[in-house]
């Protein structure tokens, strides 16, 4: 091979690279006692001719322990930007570098009003701002949805703004933490090896719906063999019975980490449009 064609290559890669770069931005630089903190966003801005006023916030999965960032994060948010919807792939904190409750859903929602409290400068609508988790990124953006409670007012930010998704998309997600479902090293990542039975309650997502939800589209295969299927059906069920507008997809086949393969996006860009996200 050739020096000229070597760079030749080079400059290909690069500039393939190049063209996916985003903005990355820190979300406890200005936050007094948690600037040492480095959890991000990654901006995708939308493109094409159908561009929304709507955005996502994604949540990769990996157990809590660690994060599947480029396929369950930037090929997401790829996709999010060619239909035209505002995408964030957030970097939130995991066990492997020694965090647990309450870091992960802290940074989701300092996610959220980062990207409500700016959003005239992304050009998108601040009720229009919807989330989608894999695996123990499902589990967090429903946590997210669910979550009652304000965890950003202990760390002093006083927010004019929803900290909870207009619509939410998990995908394979954990959701239960029972012992008959949980998924053990998201549990032991999120609430530790030994948790008592009020936290194995408190963190089973389908015992937690609210009056007020979002609609939820569920994705997952029977044919899952890390996280439970039936993780989704108690979901499913828990919506159905609080008459949450949602959509269960169940593929026959996929097994798990499958982000936006197996022929389903087609499916997520109908229930988008019947939302009116995308319109």
């Known amino acids: 091979m050739t020096r000229i064609f070597k760079f030749f290559i080079f400059c290909l890669l690069f500039l393939s690279v190049s063209a996916f770069a985003q903005e990355r ?3 406890w630089t200005d936050i007094p006692g948690m600037t040492h903190e480095k959890s991000w966003i ?26 599947g960032i480029e396929h369950e994060g930037h090929e ?10 505002s995408a964030f792939v957030l970097k939130y904190r995991v066990a492997m570098n020694g965090y647990h409750h309450p870091a992960m859903i802290e940074d989701i929602q300092r996610a ?38 304000d965890f950003l007012a202990p ?15 998990p995908v394979y997600p954990v959701v ?26 408190e ?5 937690h719906v609210p009056e007020k939800c979002p609609p939820f589209l569920i994705v997952t295969a029977r044919d899952d063999r890390k996280v439970d299927y039936r993780n989704s ?5 828990a919506l159905s019975a609080s008459s949450v507008p949602h959509r269960f997809i169940l593929l026959e086949h996929g097994g798990h980490g499958f982000g936006m393969d197996n022929g389903w996006d087609k499916e997520l860009e109908n229930w988008l449009a019947t939302i009116n996200i995308l319109n």
């Open 25 to 27: 931005i820190y979300l």
């Open 42 to 67: 990654c901006h995708y801005a939308p493109e094409g001719k159908n561009i929304t006023d709507a955005a996502v916030i994604i949540c990769p999965g990996g157990s809590y322990h660690h994060l």
């Open 112 to 149: 959220f009003h980062y990207v409500r409290s700016n959003a005239a400068i992304y050009g998108i609508s601040p009720d229009r701002v919807g989330a989608i988790g894999f695996s123990a990124g499902g589990h967090l953006v429903t946590m997210a949805a669910f979550t009652q409670k």
């Open 233 to 237: 059906e108690v979901l499913d069920l």
């Open 203 to 207: 963190f089973s997502m389908e015992k």
């Open 76 to 85: 997401v948010a790829r996709w999010f930007a060619d239909h035209g919807i």
């Open 155 to 169: 760390l002093g930010i006083v927010s004019r703004v929803p900290l909870t998704p207009d619509f939410v998309i």
């Open 176 to 201: 239960s933490m029972c012992d008959d479902l949980y998924h053990r090293w998201s549990r032991i990542s999120l609430i530790g090896r030994d948790p008592s039975d009020e936290q194995k309650a």
